[in-house]
């Protein structure tokens, strides 16, 4: 059964960094496109960077220039480096093959 595990949560000031892992079991990241969402309370879940087989990536406006998806393959992990963290970035982040989701790690940032 496939499952997806994120890492790396936790609470930082404005302007600092951070970097969220997602370890797959009984899927592959290298065959399968995969992504970052986040939900703040209240709000949609909202996707945050998407990354497809090619290794072509996608942001969101929001977060463009700040936030990097990458994966390694041999640890089948995907990663999410965000810098320049702000208050409005706070959410519940997960990480997705769809239609397989993690269980989301809280990320909050103070201002």
């Known amino acids: 059964q496939a499952r997806l595990v994120e890492s790396g949560g936790g609470y930082v000031q404005s302007g600092g960094s951070l970097r969220l892992s997602c370890t797959a079991s009984g899927i592959l990241f290298s065959l399968s496109p995969s992504a970052w969402y986040r939900q703040a309370p209240g709000k949609e879940r909202q996707m945050v960077a998407r990354?497809?087989?090619?290794?072509?990536?996608e942001y969101a406006d929001s977060v463009q220039g700040r936030f990097t998806i990458s994966r390694d393959f041999p640890r089948n992990t995907l990663y999410l480096e965000m810098n320049n963290l702000r208050p409005e970035d706070t959410a519940v982040y997960y990480c997705?093959?769809?239609?397989?989701w993690g269980q989301g790690t809280q990320v909050t940032v103070s201002s």
């Open positions: 990354i497809d087989r090619a290794g072509t990536t």
């Open positions: 997705a093959i769809v239609p397989i």
